[in-house]
């Protein structure tokens, strides 16, 4: 049993940063990468960020984000973290974090991923 929680989100100014944190509990040793994606009101859910979970770190981002948003992990803790700056009104949508225990390699694809956060709002007012 994997649970996936989020936090972190808010009501940010244009221009400001947040730091999401997701925290995974139960089979945490089968994580084979974490990734970030969000979904804005009337908009399909997109990819937004990912990482490997062992060995070398690798990370991969959108280009919407990438120089913006920075993810991380932290094993011991089993979190994974996404911080997010220089934020703007295109960035509003709930972030959600997911895990991926099949070492997929399309991380930047929905269906890679076997288990879900339920969210977190961010909000970037101008």
């Known amino acids: 049993q994997v649970q996936l929680v989020e936090s972190g989100g808010g009501l940010v100014q244009a221009g400001g940063s947040l730091r999401l944190s997701c925290v995974v509990s139960?089979?945490?040793?089968?994580?084979?990468?974490m990734g970030w994606f969000r979904q804005a009101p009337g908009k399909e859910r997109e990819f937004v960020a990912a990482?490997?979970?062992?060995?070398?770190?690798?990370?991969y981002y959108a280009d919407s984000v990438k120089g913006r948003f920075t993810i991380s992990r932290d094993n011991a803790k089993n979190t994974v973290y996404l911080q997010m700056n220089s934020l703007n009104s295109e960035d509003t949508a709930v972030y959600y974090c997911?895990?991926?225990?099949?070492?997929?390699?399309?991380?930047?694809?929905?269906?890679?991923?076997?288990?879900w956060g339920q969210g977190t709002q961010v909000t970037v007012s101008s």
């Open positions: 139960g089979r945490t040793f089968s994580i084979d990468a």
């Open positions: 997911a895990a991926d225990f099949h070492f997929g390699s399309r991380l930047s694809e929905e269906y890679e991923y076997d288990y």
């Open positions: 990482i490997t979970w062992s060995g070398g770190i690798n990370t």
